[in-house]
């Protein structure tokens, strides 16, 4: 099971820090990957780490501004998003696929998801 927190209202500039933590399973043999969908647009993938491949993967559009981040005792995945802009709103997934490097494009498990809107 995946569980994403730490969506939330944000002003543009405004900073972010999202969660996903695992349960069930170990991160450390997975690719994590996380995803995101705005209104009117399709999936996009924002940002994956692979430990196992020693990879990891910025979309362009997030690039300087995000940071994945893994802590396997915790067996969470962060992703710390700066200088927040509009086009950054959507709803934001964790998801996983099992020892792959990074980009990941079809993710075997993923969570629920947790809302990121970008506004003043």
């Known amino acids: 099971q995946l569980v994403e927190s730490g969506g939330g209202l944000v002003q543009p500039g405004g900073s972010l820090n999202l969660s996903c933590a695992a349960s069930g399973f170990t991160l450390r043999n997975f690719a994590i990957g996380w995803f995101r969908r705005a209104p009117e647009k399709g999936r996009e993938g924002v940002s994956c780490?692979?430990?196992?491949?020693?990879?990891?993967y910025y979309a362009d559009s997030v690039k300087g501004r995000f940071t994945i981040s893994v802590d396997h005792v915790k067996n969470t995945v962060f992703l710390q998003m700066n200088n927040l802009k509009p086009d950054d709103t959507g709803v934001y997934y964790c998801?996983?696929?099992?020892?792959?490097?990074?980009?990941?494009?079809?993710?075997?498990?993923w969570g629920q998801g947790t809302q990121v809107t970008v506004s003043s």
């Open positions: 998801a996983t696929l099992y020892y792959s490097r990074c980009p990941i494009t079809s993710p075997d498990y």
């Open positions: 780490i692979s430990d196992s491949h020693g990879s990891t």
